[in-house]
């Protein structure tokens, strides 16, 4: 028993966040203070929680992936302040609170989006074990992010926003733009924990499916899914049963990404 | 002697950066073709081969640094694909053709620049030995030139585009938005090509001498130095005895990167 609870990851995060981004003395101040903002806190954290349950499910330590979890949330944080650009989904809030670009220009959230993706790999580079593969998972996962938006950004405009993905764009953006980023949280904190390569696959496995499952969850509850709600309730269904499987031959603590996967299903009943 | 010729050394980057970057299959198309169209052919490629010849330098094989080589080159044009955004500098026109955004659009040049700085941590955690290192200096260099541009983007508009850097931040700039690629790129070469910590140390007071002697001989060659022209033509000499001197202790074949500093001073004249 290696794992920890939800407050101990969450504030091990929130910890390693604070030590890799700018202070207020760093120079350009504007920029430390937007890549702050962008990050914010308080958020659920989902990313780096899977990556530092995940050191603990192949019997190692939380601790020794937290700059890989950090990293995960720089990623996953730079695309949504690219992402809600004037030029792309166009959005002048996020979160409650006005978007990066609406709050400092379009320039500075670019830029302050621009260096977050580099300090997530400077960040993920401080990884006590396994450099080369965690970096190398986390930029795999950096180049499928912009595949997914890429692809995503061919929606046809309809009323009231962009419609629907087309039914052959689904499986890719859902794959690129969602589940990459779960699947790099785990691989990173997998191979942090000093896990071997059975047990990185595993794990890769349970956050395809936790990542697809989390995808058409979301779906249920914006009620804009590309299949109908029978289909999709189905698709949560499989998914998080294969993310559940996945755990089962893992050496070490997995009951926080078990409860992770379970408590996803039925958000939306 | 270990050392190669400019056209060997260009035939390696050109190579490395064919085999890494996205081919027509690759899904989105578009894509992969606005990144290859961004790196472009036949460019100078003065970061790699620094990266490559540093290596040698410290006496080991330039193969050994042809990642990382086209990893400072990836960054670098990602860089200039950000730089040019009309939120930017706004320029329609690089190297005698449209910019990536005046030919793919604002929100395709964003995520192509995007992909191409997650490529280029990607390709540079290949690299044979001290992967580390490796991918820390390039993303200290990834950060850096961000707070270059940030404070770049602070000049007041004048006649005819933006005026002359403030006195306060011109050497923050240059050191930032100029030499911390020159830096990265010596110090990936050197890691990679297995240099110790002194011979390191070494080659990066070269780079970040070269990259401010490049920096001056372009604002004479501009005509828009913050300096006098004396003064400037007194930085440029400077910055290459600096850069030269820093090569004198290095075990391996310093030709190339000597020639390459003093091959600078004087293209203004």
Redesign the interface.
């Known amino acids: 028993m290696n794992g920890k609870t939800r407050e101990e990851y969450l504030s091990l995060v929130e910890k390693t966040l604070e030590e890799v981004l700018p202070g207020p003395a760093e ?2 101040a ?2 430390g203070e937007a890549m702050r903002y962008a990050v914010g806190s308080g958020g659920k954290r989902i990313r780096p929680l899977v990556c530092l349950a995940s050191a603990a499910a192949v019997g190692g330590r939380a601790e020794d992936a937290r700059f890989p979890a950090a990293a995960i949330e720089l990623l996953h944080n ?1 695309t949504l302040v ?1 992402d809600d ?1 004037p ?2 989904d166009d959005d002048a809030e996020r979160r409650g609170r006005p978007s990066v670009w609406a709050k400092y ?4 959230a ?2 302050a ?3 977050l ?3 997530a ?7 006590p074990r396994n ?2 593969g965690v ?2 998972a ?3 996962a ?2 499928g992010v ?2 997914g ?3 995503d ?2 929606r046809e405009d309809g009323a009231g926003g962009p419609g629907p993905l087309p039914a052959e764009s689904v499986d ?1 953006v859902y794959a690129r733009k969602t589940a990459d980023l779960f699947v790099a949280a785990a691989a990173m904190g997998a191979l942090a924990g000093g896990g071997g390569e059975g047990d990185v696959e595993a794990l890769r496995r349970f956050a395809l499916n936790l990542g697809l499952a989390f995808q058409y969850e979301d779906d249920l509850l914006d009620g804009d899914s590309p299949y109908s709600r029978e289909r999709t309730e189905e698709l949560v269904r499989q998914t998080t049963q294969q993310a559940t499987a996945a755990l089962s031959s893992l050496p070490g603590d997995t009951s926080f990404l078990r409860a992770l996967a379970e408590g996803l299903v039925g958000r939306s009943r």
Chains 1, 2 share one sequence.
Not at 105 to 108: H, I, L, Q, S, V
Not at 121 to 127: P, Q, V, Y
């Open positions: 120079r350009p504007e920029l730079y690219h650009l030029s792309m220009g379009e320039a500075n670019i830029l989006g621009d260096a993706q580099a300090l790999f400077l960040t993920a580079a401080r990884s450099v080369g970096v190398a986390l930029g795999e950096g180049v912009v595949q938006q890429v692809e950004l061919k890719f």
